[in-house]
Each structure stands twice: as structure tokens, then as C-alpha cells.
């Protein structure tokens, strides 16, 4: 029986702690914690997202690029949306009653508790057209925020876009952004979208039972701050790049502007191009369709996404090794009749100008003329080759076969030449290779400077105290040791004499301008 009285007052004095902890969670929720009295009152209070301001684009000299401006988006609690007018309200938003019911139904899909957006992106005049008539619509209420746009419409393909973000860019960003989000899509927008992008904020209103505003709830208590977006200054110059997308109007082709001292993008140019304003406002998915599927392909970017063969490049340092050898002057001409005959082969040129000069024919990109030069050269190699036999030095050819189409000399070294050969004091731009001997140290450094040219050198030795010797004294912009033709970026680079003015290039370039 004893037991029995002690289960009983136990029991008893479980169910007085449980009722005990019941009462302190009831008054803490309705008393002290407002967040259920907020959850329980959606009906006469509502939650805005105050959206940032986009981060500001300047060119290098602060000019502005990109900026924003602002538009509303017309939102709708669909299980609030009730005993509507529908016909006033399709006249008042200028859409048929089938639009009506196909935003309804896709806002109640998402949510029938929870705000969606019913028409994105209304213009200041739209919403100035439907603001004092909304307060008859229960259910429908105005959310403001920013787009970009683009005062100069320039430079599409480098600035890039922003869209609305979808469900896996969504899950990519771990539920950052929410339904009704803009992200960047493309170019500066996306690889610049965290300092861009800013920090949301939400704000709590209370409205009557006409949806009317009345005004901050506890006057901003729960609000929070939206943190608008970080300003980035771009390396583009607006005015370059003005200039380049005027000169490449109604052309095809690409434009990119570089600083050589930093690397940094003065203009980015892609032609045929758009303005980037036709992808803001509510126009802009019926405009990316339009642009997608122009024959132009404006969209596709060129500087990085199209693929040109690299033999104009060669042509311009082509150009600089035949003036180096004394091959060509920029006066010398060549004729091109749409192109150069080696053998049975044809190398053919889009152009039929004949003769042309140096500077014509890069401007024309011109295949005969560098044709001609490479005979030119193969001449001089050939010529020098027949002063290193008069002047009778031992030569070695390898007994390879090279091509009959073409242009090319067989690797050649020379022997038993002295310091006064021609073929020792004399570049030979080929594969031509001048061999002597030496019995002393010093005599290797005397021979080795005494020519005109001093760009590259090569020590090979067993001894490090010899290296350190004879990189020292060596006037040669570069000197490897035990190996030959490995750069380094921030070792020096430059040449002596004939060669240049001594060793410009990498950090030791830059001693003689610091303290």
C-alpha cells in the first residue's frame, strides 16, 4: 500500500512539472517572443525583401558603365486574392482574363500562403498607372527594386547580364538566392557577383483590410537593412572603347585593347554586337530569343570563343627578323597574284595587289609577300653558308632529307674558324652553327665578346666557382648555366650591343629605380 501512495505522488508531481513547463512556453510565445504573434498575424502584417542596389560598374577613369534603375514588381499572396474584380483588374494590367488565370495558378503552384511575383519589372509609368486602384485588389501589392542599365550601351559582351535565377543555380549557391532573385548570367556580372550582388533585407508592414499600407510594424523593429552591392572599377576605358565598337559597326571581327606594362583590358571588343539594355525590363526573354537566333550571332563572344589561325601574327614578327638580317627594307616590294608557286604547291592570298610594300602587306595580310621573304632568307643563309666554305672553314651538313616544297636548309655546322670569319662576327638566322676552340678562361670570355650581338649566352661547366665567373663577365642579356633557352619572369632579360641596352627585364630591371 505504501508503494502505492508513493507512485501516486509521483505521478502527480510529473503531470504539475509538465503542466508547470506548458504555462512558461505559452507565456514566453505570447508575451515575451514576438516571432508567433509575426507568424500568426500574416493576415494584417506583411514581409517585404528589401532588395540592395546592384554594385555601380566604372570604367578607369570613374565614368560610368554600368548603374541602376529602379522598377516594381507586382506581387500576389494568392490564398488573399479573393472576390476579385477580374475583368477591372485584366484592364487595369492590360492582359486577357486566360493570362489571368495562367499567373494565378502558377503563383498559387509555388505557394497559396507565400508572395510571388504576378508581373515583373513595371516600369515608374505602369505603376504610376495602377497605384491608386491596387487597394481594391486584396491579395496584390507592390515590391520595389533595381535593374541595371547601361547609359552608353557599350561593351555587352564583357559587362555580361543578369537574369533571374532558376532552381539549380539555386542549389549551386547552398539556397542563397530565392525564387524571384537576379543573378549574373555572364561577364563582369558573374565573375564579379558576390561584391556585386549586395546584402538583402526584409521589411514589416501592416495593412487594413483593404491591403492598404499603415506603416511599419513596432516602427522597423524586425527590419533589417538591405547592404547595397560594391562598386567596381573596371580596367575598360569607355572612350577606347567607344572608338573600337564605332570602327567595327556592321564588321565582323574582334578588338582587344591591352595596357603591356599591366596586362589590363583597355576595350573588349565583339562585333557584330547588341545593346545590353534589350536584356533589362520585362521585353528581355522575347530579346535574348531574338539575339540567340540572329544569323549575326551576337552573343557569341569572339575575343575568347573564336578561333583565328596564327599565321598573321608570324607575319609581323616575320617582318622584324627580314629587316633584322638586312633581307627586306619597309620599301622593299613583292608581287602577290593571288598567290606563290613552290613546286607543284600553290600558297594562295585573298589578295590580287601587285607589288606590294612592307607595311602594305601586313595591313593586307599579304601570304606571297612572306613567301618571297623566306626565299630571301633562305638566299642569305645559302650565301652565308658559301662565304664560310671561301673563307675555308670545315663544314659538316647532316644527310637528312628535307622537303622539296618549300623552303629549308639542312643543319650545318662549321669548324676550324677563326674570330675574323665573317660567319663568327655575322648572325645567321638559320640553322647554322659556328664552332671554336679555346685553351684559357679568359681566352673564352675575349672571344665570346668580341662580336656585335650580346643577347643570349650558355656556360657549360662542372665547377660552380667557373659559373660565377663567367656569368659576370659574359655581355650577354641572359646567361644559363648547364642548360640552354629556360626563362625565368622575374630573372633579368635584355641584351648588349647590337642586342639591346643591357638587362631590362624582370625584378632586376627594376633595382635601379628603387632605393
Known sequence: MNIF????????????????????????????????????NNNVLRKLTVYPARGIIYDRKGKIIVQNEPVYDLMVIPRQAKNLDTIGFCKLMSIDKKEFITRINKARKFSPYKASIFAKQLSARAYASIQERLFDYQGFFVQNRTVRRYPDSVAAQVLGYIGEVDENRIKKTNNYYQIGDYIGISGIEKSYETILRGQRGTKIIMVDALNRDQGSYEQGKYDTTAIAGEKLISSLDLRIQKL???????????VVAIEPSTGEILCFVSS????????????????????????????????????????????????????????ITPESRFPCN?????????????HNH?????????????????CWL??????????????GKAEGAE??????????KGFFCKPTLFTGVSQSHVITQEEIFGPVLTIQTFRTIDEVIQK??????????????????????????LRAGVVWANTYNKFDPVSPFGGYKESGFGREGGMHGLSAYLK
Open 354 to 370: 601587285s607589288p606590294l610594300n612592307l607595311n602594305e602587306s601586313i595591313a593586307q595580310s599579304c601570304n606571297s609577300y612572306y
Open 244 to 254: 573600337a565598337e564605332k570602327l567595327m559597326r556592321n564588321k565582323k571581327g574582334s
Open 272 to 327: 557584330p554586337t547588341y545593346d545590353p539594355n534589350l536584356l533589362v525590363g520585362p521585353e528581355r526573354g522575347n530579346n535574348y530569343i531574338k539575339l540567340l537566333k540572329a544569323p549575326e550571332k551576337p552573343l557569341f563572344i569572339r575575343p575568347i570563343m573564336a578561333q583565328y589561325p596564327p599565321g598573321s601574327i608570324f607575319k609581323a614578327v616575320q617582318a622584324l627578323i627580314g629587316q633584322q638580317e638586312k633581307v
Open 5 to 40: 501512495f508513493e507512485r501516486k505522488f509521483i505521478i502527480q508531481g510529473i503531470l504539475i512539472f509538465t503542466c508547470i513547463i506548458l504555462i512558461v512556453r505559452l507565456f514566453f510565445i505570447q508575451v515575451i517572443d514576438d516571432s508567433y504573434f509575426l507568424s500568426a
Open 374 to 387: 623566306f626565299k630571301k632568307q633562305l638566299e642569305t643563309i645559302n650565301h652565308y653558308i658559301s662565304i
Open 448 to 473: 665570346a665578346n668580341n662580336t656585335p650581338y650580346g643577347l643570349a649566352a650558355g656556360v657549360w661547366t662542372d665547377k660552380g666557382s667557373r659559373i660565377f665567373n663567367l656569368t659576370t663577365k
Open 395 to 404: 663544314i659538316f651538313q647532316s644527310d637528312c632529307s628535307i622537303p622539296s
Open 338 to 350: 593571288g598567290g606563290y608557286s613552290i613546286g607543284n604547291r600553290i600558297v594562295k592570298c585573298e
